[in-house]
């Protein structure tokens, strides 16, 4: 089968989409499909050969956060270019309706198309504002995937039309594997509790974490904050109070193996996010390595560490509430039990979102739509006033 995979969001400054994308295409490769990755890039981006850089992003504020997105009539022709190159069987497109490659993509697609959507917000002006001009091309899109019921919530309230869910996968084996470090590793008196997120984005929640921390020092003062992500965390260690600066390392954006590193040695991994997640690949990642987790209570968290009859894979707090998440905080880390209970259901639960599992259901979508395409008239008929940028790359 070949497959063209289309990313709205800068391959050169990932994030959860990107790791999405990166990874399905990794596991059909290795199931011996043709696939092609178009994404947004700065120039010299170390990219594998499947990864094919579109031009350089511009960062916008999108639901949030800040991403880092491609459009115009320059990216328009690539996009067209690529496509008609690829002459792929299915072109998947994520978050078609982010003002971006996808976007692009969509309009210039003659073939088969599968669409996945990743982010979370009912009000999302962005989605409301695409939605006319889309209206036509969205006929194309033959398989509809959300990665989490919130996803879905989202997409079915803007566009209508039923949705697959299909939660992100993650390669649990490299975190699984990852070996515990010694500086890394805590013990009774001297735990390790780690985060993971951009530093300077505010709805992954480090300041409330932050701000819970006095009190985990004064109970227990020689427990340690490993931060894993980019940012200026040294500009923040300077506004923290000293105990909390002495006792926080800013690890920076590492490794992939460094990353699974820290998660498998912390005694505890912590997601205070406050909002604005669909899905949370991090809980599975830090559950897939063995870390004990607590979440904040936002709904997406919830349902992934929800283990059906096997009970709830981790523990969770108030969002935004920094004193409940020290009172949880000290509960857990006070509770070895509890800790190895958590450590072991959250390994079950991580093998859910196996890419083992998540791509087979993929590409089970994959052949319905090529079923459905083969039995219908197909190419779609053109339609009259497609959006300037397709003319303009006519001409």
């Known amino acids: ?96 309706l982010s003002p971006s490659l996808s976007m692009l ?50 997409v079915t309230t803007h566009i209508g039309g039923d949705t697959a869910i299909i939660p992100n996968g ?24 780690a985060f993971l997120g951009r530093i300077d984005e505010p709805r992954k929640g480090l300041a409330v974490l932050l701000e819970a921390m006095p009190r985990v020092l004064a109970e227990i003062p020689g427990a340690r904050l490993l931060v894993i992500g980019p940012g200026t965390g040294e500009t923040l260690r300077r506004r923290l109070p000293g105990d909390v600066a002495a006792a926080t390392e800013f690890l920076g954006a590492l490794a992939d193996e460094d990353k699974a590193s820290v998660l498998a040695s912390a005694d505890l991994y912590v997601a205070p996010h406050t909002g604005g997640e669909s899905f949370g690949i ?26 059906g009859g096997g009970g709830t894979a981790g523990a969770t707090f108030v969002t935004g509430d920094a004193g409940d998440l020290a009172t949880r905080t000290l509960e857990l880390l006070a509770d070895r039990p509890r800790l190895r209970n958590l450590s072991e259901l959250g390994r079950r639960r991580a093998r859910d979102f196996d890419w083992e599992v998540v791509a087979e259901e993929i590409i089970a979508v994959y052949d319905t739509v090529l079923a459905a395409a083969s039995s219908s008239r197909w190419p779609p008929r053109p339609r009259a006033g497609l959006p300037r940028l397709r003319q303009r790359r006519d001409r």
């Open 1 to 96: 089968m070949r497959v063209g995979l289309v990313s709205p969001y800068s391959f050169d400054v990932p994030g959860g989409v990107q790791f999405h994308i990166r990874d399905l295409a990794e596991y059909l490769l290795a199931k011996g499909h043709h696939v092609s990755v178009l994404a947004p890039a700065e120039e010299g981006t170390p990219l594998p050969d499947h990864v094919v850089p579109a031009g350089r992003p511009v960062p916008i504020r999108y639901n949030g956060s800040t991403a880092r997105l491609l459009f115009g009539p320059v990216a328009a022709a690539r996009v067209a270019r690529w496509i008609e190159e690829g002459d792929f069987d299915v072109l998947h497109l994520h978050e078609p």
């Open 105 to 154: 993509a969509l309009w210039s697609a003659t073939g088969p198309v599968v669409a996945t959507f990743h982010t979370a917000n009912e009000r999302s002006r962005a989605m409301q504002a695409a939605f006319p001009v889309l209206r036509p091309s969205l006929e194309k899109i033959l398989g509809r995937i959300a990665v989490s019921e919130a996803a879905r919530t989202t």
């Open 170 to 193: 993650v390669t649990t084996r490299s975190f699984a594997e990852a070996p515990r470090r010694r500086e890394w590793t805590g013990t009774p008196g001297h735990p390790t509790i």
């Open 282 to 307: 991090v809980l599975v990642e830090a559950m897939a390595a063995g870390a004990p987790v607590l979440a904040s209570d936002l709904p997406a968290f919830q349902r992934v560490l929800d283990a």
